[in-house]
């Protein structure tokens, strides 16, 4: 659907949220639901930035701390570090899989999404990897307003 930013990110196991919204805003934000130094070491060689809040680990060379513990914060810390408020491309990513969406047709999603959604809606997106369906709707408009409040006070 779109180009992915060159930035791309892993979260530590006590950043779920920040890998969730990220991930809204289109960014590629891997999760590590525990510490794994392997998984951390191979995230680092392959240019991914570890987002973390331990001091400990904040001090590997492709490493930044999260010093708070409030979302809002967190979003804009790291949107502000890489310079990344141009850069922000909402719901093309699966906020599960973190794989980047596909758009379907209704007829592709047909019985993978409520009646009702199927019948009232034109544009959906699939996520390649775990076929989890996407539509538009109030959740969608409820996270793109939270989006722009973040960006708004951003660019301040």
């Not at 973190?98 to 959604?117: A, D, M, Q, R, W």
Request: net charge neutral.
């Amino acid at each position: 659907m779109h180009s992915d930013p060159g930035v791309t990110f892993l979260c530590d196991q006590n950043l779920g949220r920040l890998a969730r919204w990220l991930r809204l805003m289109g960014f590629d934000a891997a999760y590590m639901r525990r510490w794994n130094e392997e998984v951390a070491l191979e995230a680092a060689e392959s240019g991914r930035i570890l987002l973390t809040t331990s001091r400990k680990k904040a001090s590997y060379h492709t490493a930044m701390l999260i010093d708070t513990d409030d979302i809002n914060s967190q979003v804009k810390q790291v949107l502000r570090k890489f310079d990344l408020e141009h850069e922000v491309r909402p719901l093309i990513r699966c906020i599960i899989c973190n794989e980047p969406l596909v758009s379907v047709t209704p007829e592709e999603i047909k019985g993978k999404v409520p009646e009702y959604v199927y019948l009232t809606h034109s544009s959906f997106a699939e996520c390649p990897s775990c076929h989890r369906v996407y539509w538009e709707g109030t959740h969608s408009n409820n996270i793109l307003k939270t989006i722009n409040m973040l960006l708004e006070k951003e660019n301040r």
